[in-house]
């Protein structure tokens, strides 16, 4: 996780339903909270790490980065904000529904920043159609970022601080 010292404060399990090809499935997650530099910072991801027929598929570790001016909700972005986040958010839902190209590992939100995290399997192909779903959009501040991670070692990262 970026050598980032995770404090644990409290987590809540959810259940979202993520329709695949084969249809609905029930995944079960979870919602963690931390601190970072004195502020909040709230987690989300899949309690499940997915099998090695899909790991072994996806070695990019992906980061898509936003960062807003948090200082009036303690480091939280502001409401207008926010709903251009989730608004963004079904926008990088419909790549990751559309097919195995990539599987979002986590979100993170908090300290001024909100990270959209994804493993992925050819940064060229993500590219492609994640510009092709953005094309018609306004634009979003983020940076992209990827990092080799075959291993799954951030997500794997989260497991253990959270799930310990």
Sequence with gaps: MKNLFYILISFLPFSCTNTKKDGNEKLTG?????????????????????????????PWFTVISWKYDGSERNGMPPEPINAKMIEF??????????????KHAY???GNHLKEFNYYIADRDEFMKQFNN??????????????YEDSAWV???TIFNDFLK
């Design 107 to 109: 979100n993170r939100t």
């Design 30 to 58: 979870i919602i963690g909270e931390y601190y970072e530099n004195d502020l909040p910072v709230i987690v989300k991801f899949d309690s499940v790490m997915p099998d090695t027929t899909i790991t072994s598929k996806l």
């Design 154 to 156: 951030e997500q794997q």
């Design 89 to 102: 958010e079904g926008e990088l839902d419909s790549i990751y529904n559309s097919n195995l190209i990539c």
């Design 133 to 146: 779903v953005l094309q018609h959009k306004t634009h979003y501040p983020i940076e992209i970022s990827f």
